[in-house]
Nanobody, 119 residues
Framework: QVQLVESGGGLVQAGESLRLSCAAS????????MGWYRQAPGQQRDVVAA???????NYLDSVKGRFTISRDNAKNTVYLQMNSLKPEDTAVYYC?????????????WGQGTLVTVSS
């Protein structure tokens, strides 16, 4: 019922930048937290950055100072600006949103976008 569409992934060299975008569409009442997760081959899916509706943010320690998460509530869109990319940032990046339903919420995931950083 709610879909998240991601864009912005690609292949870059170490030190370069990428900006990921994720737009939510469909029957949306309210979205609480939005975030970005990543998963490298053979690894678990980890949260990279999260942002509340009031724009408070949290970051994975290894990306602090390099990545910036932001959101546009009017557009139901979340962004991840990634600067000074490192090879260890290589992963599939997934957008996540918590959509309010009744007295709880539903977890909605994007399809993932691949970020590859060459050394």
């Amino acid at each position: 019922q709610v879909q998240l569409v991601e864009s912005g992934g690609g292949l870059v060299q170490a030190g370069e930048s990428l900006r990921l975008s994720c737009a939510a569409s469909g029957k949306i009442s309210s979205i609480t937290t939005m975030g970005w997760y990543r998963q490298a081959p053979g690894q678990q899916r980890d949260v990279v950055a999260a942002i509340s509706r009031s724009n408070s943010t949290n970051y994975l320690d290894s990306v602090k100072g390099r990545f910036t998460i932001s959101r546009d509530n009017a557009k139901n869109t979340v962004y991840l600006q990634m600067n000074s990319l490192k090879p260890e940032d290589t992963a599939v990046y997934y957008c996540n949103a918590r959509v309010v339903r009744g007295f709880g919420y539903l977890e909605v995931w994007g399809q993932g976008t691949l970020v590859t950083v060459s050394s």
